[in-house]
């Protein structure tokens, strides 16, 4: 669970199929992202499960602290066709404009690099979605070109995060200690687990030259 200083952040469950559907019944919501019907939700559900299962992330409910009340979604979905992670959000219309979105897709994003070992992340933006264009530049990525998502219909603009060592100095000079450290306990650990492993190695060789003399 990631937790903000309003929200909280948990993988999404089959259990949330009905909070689901009505997140996208909403046409203000839909225009962008698409309805699901409930077996279509189901369906997505059980996708975004068997991704956490098996990547160790995926899409998060986003709730309120103060009631837990379900109020969209957000998360790192990896795209096969792609083979990247996107940055993605989707909050109830009636949220909109009180910065929850990049709240909520900042955490991810932070999590995200603190994390996994993946290099950078992508989001996909349709044609006039201005809201999520400025919720993409508050959080510094950057669009690269148009993708074709599913048929020409399905344009979307690709916008990408700074490489992971920009964030971590970005996080540096804002002063940003908590991501910071995290960062820096993550790859001391790193360094240990690869020194350890070539002692081993070394080790092993060792044993194995004493072995074949005596």
Request: net charge neutral; hydrophobic share 40%.
């Amino acid at each position: 669970m990631i937790e903000t200083e309003r929200l909280l952040l948990r993988p999404l469950r089959v259990e949330d199929v009905d909070a689901f559907v009505a997140l996208h019944a909403d046409e203000r919501v839909n225009r962008f992202v698409g309805a699901y019907s409930h077996q279509q939700a189901l369906d997505r559900l059980t996708s975004v499960e068997q991704q956490w299962a098996e990547r160790g992330h995926g899409l998060c409910a986003v709730e309120l602290k103060s009631n837990g009340e379900f109020i969209g979604r957000v998360g790192l979905n990896y795209w096969e066709i792609f083979h990247e992670v996107e940055l993605g959000w989707t909050l109830k219309a009636e949220t909109w404009g009180h910065g929850y979105a990049t709240e909520a897709a900042r955490a991810c994003l932070d999590w995200g690099f603190a994390t996994l070992d993946e290099p950078y992340f992508i989001s996909l933006i349709r044609p006039g979605n201005t809201a999520s264009v400025r919720v993409a530049e508050r959080l510094g990525l950057t669009p690269l070109r148009e993708d074709e998502l599913f048929g020409i219909q399905s344009r979307c603009t690709r916008w990408r995060s700074r490489p992971h060592c920009e964030a971590w100095m970005s996080a540096v000079l804002a002063g940003q200690r908590g991501f910071f450290a995290h960062w820096l306990v993550r790859g001391l650990l790193r360094v240990r687990r690869r020194v350890i492993m070539v002692m081993s190695a070394q080790f092993r060789w060792a044993s194995e030259c004493c072995g074949r003399r005596s």
